[in-house]
């Protein structure tokens, strides 16, 4: 018995089994032990103390609850935006049904902090809403002030997840099951009550809870806004302030790890369920949606613009400004220039440059580890797979400010051989610290290629006279191509708009990527112009990576973007 | 069950873009029938039975039911049940609930929905299986669920659009009867979709034969079978060897073709089938009408051709010859029982009888 167990063990790859796992565990998994480690202690015993000594300071119990609270704003924002657009755009046909589609995910091309900026221009103090609200009725709405700011920004940023979800689910919904549920006498309201809501619920679930962690999670919305009474920014302030010894901090990043894994169990729990409402597609080929006309589609057509439109205001709000002279006080600027765009390629060069040195490097790393791991898991043979899966989607639920938190923790103290300096005063952790972030994307994406890969497929090259290498190279890498291209590109845009970890962990100035340019210049005046442009460079990378995702993946929008 | 309904199809029509997917279809389905859609895929006839149902609405012509026009009634308000093709069971719900859903629809009493829910089940034979959701049934369990669901609220109508074709072949004969026992007991006018021409033979009380859009001939399963009016239905419904030939002689009850390979046979005249001289005809013999027997044995059947052993396939019930006779035509030929003879061999002569009732005449350009 064990030594026919034994036999099916393959050597060669449990070294890399085990090269990988330390790998993990060093960049992954001990930074957060760490970081348990001093929020649970005291003088190296096991304590509590620094987590009742959290919940009796009125600041950091404000601090929590502002973050649940803005989390949960923005999940019912967040649906009250997203159910009907996806009910609409799934159910009804109408020209200009795709359009919506695609608009709908234009907000996650912006990263949210540049759009926190963009809104305060527009829906600021002296926005351009509230500058017309004055000369019209001589009144102004505080929408930017406070945590009502942060939850506008983070609404308008995150609701495409929700959306996204919720719009696959209900996609999904074998349309003979709606159809036998009126042959029983269901309709309208009441059919989508009965049988509609609970097949799409899981999608919607997960899209939800996705919003939730990223809100946990988002550093960069309350600092812009200059809110700070929320646990991102209170962690970042204690470590950057206080210091690496400061308890607090570590017991904050604690929190946030906990309610982000609570939420990422509840979304792989929920998503688990969703394949139950994909029962096979009936015969004879039934259209999802049906034509609408008539008052309907202009009701469908007002909301979706207006929703969208409103969601579009941070982009053209960091496009005007890009190019803007002088911009405040005055409802449109009054000269442009395109100044701000030399200055941040020819004076400021390094932070464009930075960024794609940095994000190409780990979307290389992350497509070599999640290709690696993937197969690994998928078709090696080798004990132990489940932690190996387990460490590299941790990710997932860790916050940047609490990675970052945990890296300074492990790596400022030691000076590396060679180097004569700790890893942290190098710029190369920061690629450390986006390819540990996007692992989990780019290991999904390379998994599910390689799972859609039927064995029979290497079976038949193998019959067929072709080697194992032989095999691999010319059957199962092709096939798995589109999978790792997409997976790279997932990982390069979402690091090049990574704040959180960035500006805990940018050693110098001139080690600074594009995100930390953004937030450098736009904390003065003068500045906002430049950081502005820098927002555009992020808006089309971004953009530009989502839009070749989506063509690899070839699963329509947004595909990426779902859990 | 006296509530069941009579339904008429006028100018019934309806297109999916360019394609006309359903063309002037004129349809009667009697009260208490079990009436059969056949046709290939593709041919429109599930489009005529969601037409019905109320998902699908017609471009032109009329639904009746019982003369009452139902064109405008949302599926909801039609009082029809349907059995999908996929089965169309909630996932989310029970079997129980699943079955309960239609009585719940309609605002019943709760002990009226359990005891209702429960006689359904058991008519299918799922007793016991209440709590059970979709995803742990059999496919011929789910089947089960899914007729008793549409038939516990009683509608006027049951509409079946290929409910067998997901389970393996033991089952799909078995539930065959019970479908038809159920629906005989229960008197309830049936729609059924297939493109299975065994299914529809075996369990209809009315066939309609569809291809391209049109209903091409309506018969009970023996007409069908036995006189199919043209080529297409004569190829769908059965095996057939087709023979164009041409009239060459009149007799008192007889017709003399000659066909184009050369061949004499002698075909029973019809009353319906005015033919003189010279007209061209399409004759069809079916594989179970020849007879076999050796080249030079002398047989007493009204027409015999000779020809040699092509192929041969043993099925145990049967075996199925093909025999090349003149001009190289070749010929279906299917012998029942061959239990005590002596199978033929691949190039052995043989020669093959039938009696002219067993030509089925198609005048041509019909």
């Not at chain 1, 809100?215 to 919305?221: E, N, P, Q, R, S």
């Not at chain 1, 390819?435 to 290497?458: K, M």
């Not at chain 2, 008192?252 to 019809?270: I, P, S």
């Amino acid at each position: 018995m064990l030594r026919n167990k034994l036999k099916e063990i393959d050597l060669s790859q449990s070294l890399i089994f085990l090269i990988l796992l330390a790998l993990l565990f060093t960049f992954i998994l001990y930074p957060l032990i760490r970081v348990l480690y001093v929020a649970f202690t005291e003088a190296d015993s096991l304590s509590l103390s620094h987590f009742i000594n959290f919940f009796e300071r009125a600041l950091f119990k404000e601090s929590f609850l502002n973050s649940l609270s803005a989390g949960l704003m923005a999940v019912i924002f967040g649906s009250l935006i997203s159910l009907p657009l996806a009910f609409f755009t799934i159910k009804y046909d109408f020209k200009g049904r795709t359009l919506i589609q695609t608009l709908g995910i234009l907000p996650l091309v912006m990263p949210p902090f540049v759009g926190a900026v963009a809104l305060q221009l527009i829906l600021g103090r002296s926005g351009v809403f509230n500058l017309l609200l004055l000369k019209w009725f001589g009144t102004s709405v505080p929408f930017m002030e406070g945590l009502r700011g942060v939850i506008i920004v983070q609404t308008l940023h995150y609701f495409p997840f929700i959306f996204l979800n919720a719009s696959a689910s209900l996609a999904n919904v074998d349309p003979s099951l709606e159809e036998m549920a009126q042959n029983m006498g269901s309709h309208g309201l009441r059919l989508f009550r009965r049988v509609t809501l609970p097949l799409m619920m899981p999608g919607y679930v997960a899209g939800i809870l996705l919003v939730f962690i990223r809100v946990i999670d988002d550093l960069g919305t309350p600092l812009m806004l200059n809110y700070t009474k929320m646990l991102a920014p209170q962690a970042y302030l204690r470590v950057t302030t206080i210091g690496v010894e400061d308890k607090a901090g570590y017991v904050i990043c604690v929190i946030m790890v906990v309610l982000s894994l609570l939420s990422l169990w509840g979304a792989m729990k929920f998503l688990s369920l969703s394949e139950y409402a994909m029962v096979q597609r009936g015969g004879a080929g039934t259209p999802i949606s049906k034509k609408i006309g008539g008052w309907r589609l202009v009701f469908v057509l007002v909301f979706c613009f207006f929703v969208l439109g409103v969601s579009l205001l941070p982009h053209l709000g960091i496009f005007v400004l890009s190019f803007a002279k002088v911009w405040s006080f005055s409802i449109l600027p009054k000269s442009y220039t395109l100044n701000h765009y030399v200055e941040i390629f020819f004076r400021t060069p390094h932070f464009v440059k930075n960024t794609l040195l940095y994000c190409l490097l780990a979307a290389g790393i992350d497509v070599l580890l999640g290709s690696v791991i993937a197969f690994l898991l998928i078709r090696g043979k080798v004990f132990g797979k489940g932690l190996l899966d387990a460490i590299a989607t941790m990710p997932l639920a860790i916050p940047g400010v609490v990675l970052a938190t945990g890296y300074l923790r492990v790596f400022h103290g030691t000076n590396l051989p060679f180097f004569h300096q700790p890893l942290t005063s190098l710029w190369i952790i920061l690629v450390i610290a986006y390819s540990a972030r996007r692992l989990p994307y780019t290991l999904r994406s390379c998994y599910a290629s390689i799972q859609q890969i039927h064995i029979s497929l290497e079976e038949a090259a193998l019959n067929l006279g072709a080697n194992r290498r032989k095999t691999f190279f010319r059957i199962t890498f092709p096939l798995m191509t589109g999978g790792l291209i997409a997976g790279g590109l997932l990982a390069f845009i979402t690091s090049s708009v990574e704040l959180a970890s960035t500006i805990m962990l940018v050693p110098r100035m001139e080690y600074g990527p594009l995100s930390y340019g953004i937030y450098i210049y736009m904390q003065s005046a003068v500045g906002r112009g430049p950081g502005a442009a820098l927002g555009v460079v992020a808006i089309l990378l971004v953009a530009t990576g989502t839009y070749l995702v989506n063509r690899v993946f070839a699963g329509g929008s947004g595909t990426a973007f779902k859990l | 069950m006296n509530k069941a309904s009579e339904v008429r199809l006028i100018n019934l029509g309806k297109k999916f873009g360019e394609v006309e997917a359903v063309k002037d279809v004129n349809l009667t389905i009697e009260r208490g029938d079990f009436f059969t859609f056949l046709g290939p895929s593709g041919c429109g006839k599930t489009t005529l039975l969601r037409m019905i149902a109320g998902f699908t609405r017609p471009d032109q012509g009329t639904i009746l039911f019982d003369g009452v026009e139902v064109n405008d009634i949302p599926p909801w308000k039609r009082d029809v049940g349907m059995v999908f093709q996929s089965y169309a069971l909630w996932p989310h719900l029970s079997v129980f609930e699943n079955v309960a859903f239609g009585l719940k629809e309609r605002n019943l009493p709760k002990a009226v929905v359990q005891e209702k829910t429960l006689r359904a089940l058991s008519m299918v034979n799922l007793e016991g299986l209440e709590r059970r959701r979709p995803s742990e049934l059999s496919g011929g369990q789910q089947q089960r669920v899914a007729l008793a669901r549409t038939l516990v609220i009683e509608p006027r109508l049951l509409l079946l659009d290929e409910p067998l074709s997901n389970l393996d072949a033991k089952l799909r004969i078995q539930m065959r009867q019970e479908l038809v026992r159920i629906q005989r007991d229960l008197g309830i006018t049936s729609i059924y979709v297939t493109h299975d021409q065994e299914e529809a033979l075996t369990l209809s009380t009315r066939i309609a034969v569809m291809s391209k859009g049109h209903v091409v001939q309506v018969g009970s399963p023996k007409e069908i079978y036995e006189n199919p009016k043209s080529q297409e239905v004569a190829d769908f419904v059965g095996t057939s060897n087709f023979f164009s030939g041409s009239v060459v002689e009149e007799l008192k009850d007889k017709l003399r073709v000659r066909t184009e390979e050369g061949v004499m046979l002698a075909v029973e005249r019809q009353p319906e089938l005015p033919l003189g001289i010279g007209s061209n005809l399409l004759l069809n013999i079916r594989p179970e009408s020849f007879r076999i027997s050796d080249a030079d044995e002398v047989s007493s059947g009204e027409n015999r051709v000779e020809g040699v052993v092509k192929t041969s396939a043993y099925l145990g019930s049967l075996v199925q010859y093909e025999v090349e006779v003149s001009g190289g035509k070749r010929v279906k030929v299917n012998l029942v029982n061959p239990r005590k003879k002596s199978l033929l061999r691949e190039g052995e002569r043989v020669s093959l009888t039938f009696s002219s009732e067993d030509v089925i005449a198609i005048p041509f350009g019909r």
